[in-house]
Structure formats: C-alpha cells, structure tokens
C-alpha cells in the first residue's frame, strides 16, 4: 500500500516557519505582513475558503484584512478597491477570490493587482517569471507551489529525469505545475479532456497530478506501481436523497484503486488542500520582507 502523503501536517510546519519569521520581522520592528482577501458574491465554497485563508492569516500574526462585497459589486468599484490596496503600504498581498461574478472581467481584475502584491500569482509579470525560470523572484500559485513541496517530501528535491503527466491545463494549477516540474528536470506532459489514451500515458508517469475537476476519474490501473500520486481535485458528491448517507469529499483520483499501486498518494481531503492556504501564507510573507528591504 502507498505511503499516505499528511498535507495537513506539512502545511502545519510550513504555518510554523512562517509565524516564526513574522514575530523576527516584528522584532526587528518592521511592519508585519498584511494579506487583503477579497471576496464578491456569495459562493459558499468560496466562503469557506475566504474564511480560512484569513484565519490562517491572523493565525501567522499578520495584518488580515477581509472585503467581503455584495454579488452586484461592479467592476469599476473593484479596480477602485485594488487601486486603494495596491496604493497602501500596509497591505503586501492582494487575493481576489475566484471565480468572479460573470459581469467582472476576471482578468481585467487580476492584472490590475500590483505583480509585486500578486500573493497568488497570476498576474502576467509573475506567469512569465515562472515559465522563464525566474523562479527566485515569482510568486508561484499557491496550489501548485505547495503540491511541488509535497513531491520534494517524497521524493527529495532531486526529481531529474522523471516522467511527470499532469492532467489538467488550468491557469490555476496545471500549468503552472507544469511549470514547476519542468523548472525540476521532469520528463513534463501536459494532458486534458482532447488527450488521446489518457491511461496509457498516466501509466508512464512517475508522478502523476490530477487537476481535472471530475471525481474519481483517475483510475487505479493508470497509476504505474510506485508512483506519486497529488490529487489536486476537491469534489463534493452530494448526499444520497434516501437513506443515512451523508455528503462527502472525494478527488479525481479514485483513492482506494489507487493508493494499492502507488508508492505514495495524498488523501482528500487533508492532502493538496491545506497546503493551498500555507503557501499562500509563504507567498506574503516573502512580499513583506522584500518590501522591508
Ligand atoms: N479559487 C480557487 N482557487 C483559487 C486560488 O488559488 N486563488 C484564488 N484567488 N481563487 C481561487
């Protein structure tokens, strides 16, 4: 049986790291890291997480500050909002959360956050950093960032030569994971809903992430045995309408199949997720001390 990848207990060590570096910034009486999260409409999954990015943030001793706007909110009123937080000293990290309601040009939105506040990464100025290798000084997608930190638990920092299948082409994670594994000396192929023989070729990958979005797609016999498996995927299968099940959280990994291939594989929940929240954590913190000098 695979190795169970604990994601809950590495972002807890990554949130240690990083209210440690935020009470020696305070010693030094530099200004703590500030994170803004902004949040518009009324998306309940998006409230959860909301909630938790700022409670996180509070949790690491920074300067949290929440904007919670009605589902009407136009976009004007948006870029006046991040035009205030690009323009506040106070602030080193600027999250709108996603998705937007349909009338917000969501990418409008996001190229207007400074690429030095882009706490996310999306921004065009950090996207190019990070597919030139300027990895040094971009910001890296939380969830990309933390599913690589993940890998490196297992598998040590030396990944060269693997043969990497990332299933899923998003903005928001496949690519940029991509990214990352190609910055890594992996083997990197990039697969999605058009790929001709999709278990075959997750059947080649040393590390195999899922980034798709529909559950349990991912069979066991796709995973080559040994493999490392990173579920990014987080679905909620709804209640049945008779009987006493409850509604319950599965991946795009078909966990049990897979985890008797796998030589490791990370849980959902308690494995890619908490990880999302902790680097986005590091993200900040990093913004603060580059701005401290
Ligand atoms: N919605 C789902 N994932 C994310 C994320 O990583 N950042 C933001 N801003 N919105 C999201």
Known sequence: MAEVIDGKSVAEDVVRSVKALTAELVVKGKA????????????????VYVASKSRTAKECGFHSLQHTLPAETSEAALLKLIAELNADPAINGILVQLPLPAHVDAGKIIQAIAPQKDVDGFHFINVGKLGTGELDTAFVPCTPAGSMLLIERVRGKDLSGLNAVVVGRSNIVGKPM????????????????????????????????????????????????????????????PAPEKGEGKSRLVGDVAYAEAAKAAGAITPVPGGVGPMTIAMLMANTLASAYLAAG
């Open 178 to 237: 991509a990214s990352l594994l190609l910055a890594a000396n992996c083997t990197v192929t990039i697969a999605h809903s058009r790929t001709k023989d999709l278990p075959e070729l997750a059947r080649t990958a040393d590390i195999l992430v899922a980034a798709v979005g529909r559950p349990e797609m991912i069979r066991g016999d796709w995973v080559k045995p040994g493999a490392t498996v990173i579920d990014v995927g987080i679905n909620r299968i």
């Open 32 to 47: 703590k890291p500030g994170l803004a999260v902004v949040i518009v409409g009324e998306d309940p999954a998006s409230q």
